[in-house]
């Protein structure tokens, strides 16, 4: 089968104007013939390597003009070419990089993927860029209809509602929340958890600096996340307990008023914490019994644990009554059970998202469940796991070879915080004592040294990775890491 005929929709019998055109032979032919022009132009990048310097003076006024429309500059001199091949990347300044955040996760199978771009082409064609709740083509549907059938398979999740950025989809699901349990006003949420920017979820992220000026609307009650080396100081028994008496102590103090606890249960922004499913267990059995909304939010951590839901990873899909996902899916939506379905008018919008999203996002997800990346049920490590494992033996290496760059990292409750983490596609390392202004240099000199990384944590602060797993092989992992070394070398002097 030809890309471009693996990239539309087989035609019934009776078909449409609309289905006979993305079929047509001379459509295929074209849409092949793009992406073979892709396929050839994006095997010619194949290393890192710096930046053109006869495009230097062009490029650093794309800078210029980026920070004038947004009234401050770029966080990394980043604008890309539009090309790249898998895991590297190419910028507008002709250097090539090892994209190892991807837009913050976006982009799980790289740069340039053929099969992605001929969909993309192909969305081309459609009659109009957006579909929205009033007017829509059918592969919003299709989109839908395959994220379900996934986690309809360990959990109660039944129906599907689109949106175009996380922060809306978490609008959505405190929507549905308050509704199910009118009147019920209040919210529980992790420590350190991150919700996204409007001004209700900014407000129950856990940075302050995040909502400076914005007016609190919204009662927000914090739960400590789990936390591995006070458990372990401790016992388990006795941390989950203390947990638990929080937990209990937050709904008698508002009897009735909680809608939801929002559980990140691995958390992003908060400094790649994964979580633990006795803990979670625990407090999610409270909400049951007490009739809180146990609402999960996987917009970062979903499709890169070692489960394409965390909540299978951590085996509580049955608890689970609201769900958000979003980044990689391109498409971001909010899910919810039977009982969650909301009364008519609550949601909806103008739009729900572009042709182009949804057949992407549908195929990322059925790419998800057909490769061989998730742990199976018997526990042999899939991909993704193999993947981190590389990760952690680089990490291990690059600590011995240079322990100067790796002294003790102190945790907020003084306890001492491991120098790397994370779990599958969510990866972490903390260098120079966790110390911000070191981890932001840091990153900055890895950008230079040909590797795109990013920050994460409130103190201790992280170099974070989301990688594009799919598509970097494990062998890349020696050149990703000898990039990381200059740019670790060039912070420590
Ligand atoms: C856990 C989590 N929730 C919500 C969001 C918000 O998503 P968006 O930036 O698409 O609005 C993010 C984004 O980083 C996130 O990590």
């Given at each position: 089968m030809t890309t471009a005929s693996a990239a539309s929709p087989s035609i019934p019998a009776a078909a449409t104007h609309g289905e006979r055109l993305r079929k047509s032979p001379g459509v295929c032919a074209a849409v092949d013939a793009m992406v073979g022009e892709l396929r050839a132009a994006s095997a010619r990048i194949t290393d890192v390597r710096p930046a053109d310097p006869a495009l230097k003076v062009s490029y650093d006024a794309l800078m210029k003009r980026a920070a004038d429309v947004r009234g401050r500059g770029l966080l990394y001199p980043y604008i890309g070419s539009g090309l790249g091949n898998g895991a590297l990347v190419e910028l507008a300044d002709g250097s090539v990089k090892w994209d190892m955040i991807n837009g913050i996760g976006v982009?799980?199978?790289?740069?340039?993927d053929p099969d992605l771009a001929a969909l993309g082409i192909m969305s081309g064609?459609?009659?109009?860029l957006k579909h929205g709740n009033l007017q829509t083509n059918f592969e919003a549907v299709e989109f839908s209809e395959t994220l379900l059938a996934e986690a309809k398979k360990n959990s109660r999740l039944k129906y599907a509602y689109l949106s175009t950025s996380g922060a809306m989809a978490n609008e959505n699901a405190i929507k549905v929340c308050y509704q199910k349990h009118a009147p019920a006003s209040r919210v529980i949420a992790f420590r350190d958890c991150f919700m996204g920017r409007s001004v209700t979820m900014c407000q129950i992220g856990d940075t302050a600096d995040y909502r400076q000026g914005v007016p609190l609307s919204t009662l927000v009650d914090y739960m400590p996340f789990w936390d591995e080396a006070a458990a372990e100081r401790m016992g388990k028994a006795r941390y989950i307990d203390m947990a638990l008496q929080h937990l209990e102590m937050l709904l008698d103090r508002y009897p009735?008023?909680?809608a939801c606890f929002i559980f990140e249960l691995v958390q992003g922004e908060g400094g790649f914490n994964p979580g633990d499913r006795d803990y979670f267990k625990t407090l999610m059995e409270l909400c049951k019994a007490r009739r809180v909304a146990v609402w999960d939010d996987e917009i970062q951590s979903f499709g890169r644990t070692?489960?394409?839901?965390a909540y299978e990873m951590f085996n509580l899909g049955e608890y689970v009554d609201v769900f958000c996902v979003g980044k990689m899916t391109q498409t971001c939506a909010t899910l919810f059970t039977e009982e969650y379905?909301?009364?008519?008018?609550l949601l909806s919008g103008?739009?729900?998202?572009e042709g182009v999203s949804f057949r992407m996002g549908k195929r990322i997800i059925e790419r998800l469940r057909d490769g061989n990346y998730y742990d199976n049920e018997r526990g042999d490590a899939g991909l993704f796991a193999r993947h981190h494992a590389e990760f952690r033996r680089h990490m291990q290496a690059m600590i011995a070879k240079h322990p100067e760059w790796f002294p003790k990292v102190m945790d907020r409750a003084g306890n001492e915080h491991p120098h790397f983490g994370g779990v599958g596609g969510m990866m972490k390392f903390t260098p120079f004592a966790g110390k911000k202004d070191k981890v932001n240099a840091a990153c900055k000199a890895c950008f230079e040294h040909g590797v795109v990384l990013f920050s994460c944590g409130h103190g201790p602060y992280h170099v974070r990775m989301l990688p594009a797993l799919p598509v970097l092989r494990l062998e890349d992992w020696a050149r990703v890491f000898a990039c990381i070394e200059k740019g670790l070398a060039a912070t420590a002097t």
């Open positions: 982009h799980f199978f790289g740069h340039s064609l459609d009659d109009t009735g008023q909680h070692n489960r394409m839901f379905n909301p009364k008519p008018g103008t739009f729900t998202g």
